[in-house]
């Protein structure tokens, strides 16, 4: 279990204005929206792993299961697109990428950082950038047992989930 670390972390709003600024006003303002939405830091995270299966959960989403070994899941959306969704484990910690939507792919890092702390990145795709956008943030474990935090039930920001909760 972890906490956030907001002097070690990046400030999303400075992340959103350098990165957004080559945007007219319009679009800036509503892909700043979404952007915050999607790239929001968490406060409290939990992470369980048992062998090459990791349970991610946060104050801002329910738990997910993802199986860490490589292979690519696939689901099909409602707009008819096939989301293929790839989780590696490592030395370094585990990733997740996932990708066939390019507004909305990502790609999530979670690697053990020295002294108890851990280090997330998320990386999107910025729409008609072809570039992306990254933010990092920096937990300290608070617990060696993850203890699930209570989800934040406003409107849209628990919305955060990998596919359907699962994946093997």
């Known amino acids: ?4 670390n ?3 972390s990046d ?3 400075q992340v959103l204005d350098r990165d957004l600024g080559s945007y ?5 303002d509503r892909f700043r929206r979404g952007l915050e939405r999607r790239l929001a830091t968490p406060n409290e995270l939990a992470i369980e792993k048992r062998g090459r ?4 959960s946060s104050n801002l ?3 997910v299961t993802v199986q860490a070994d490589n292979i690519a899941k696939t689901e099909t959306t409602a707009r008819g697109r096939t989301i293929r969704t790839t989780a590696t484990a490592g030395n370094s910690g585990v990733t997740i990428k996932t990708e066939g939507d390019r507004a909305n792919d990502f790609t999530v890092m979670f690697e053990p950082e020295g002294n108890d702390r851990l280090r997330v990145t998320k990386r999107m795709y910025l729409e008609n950038q072809n570039r992306m956008i990254s933010l990092t943030s920096v937990y300290d474990k608070t617990s060696g ?3 699930w935090p209570t989800v934040d039930r406003r409107p849209g920001w628990n919305n955060n989930n990998i596919g359907n909760g699962e994946f093997y």
């Open 24 to 28: 007219g006003a319009t679009d800036r």
């Open 1 to 4: 279990t972890y906490t956030l």
């Open 61 to 63: 989403s329910q738990p």
């Open 6 to 8: 907001t002097s070690r």
């Open 53 to 56: 299966t990791f349970t991610i």
């Open 11 to 13: 400030d999303l709003n």
């Open 145 to 147: 047992v993850a203890q």
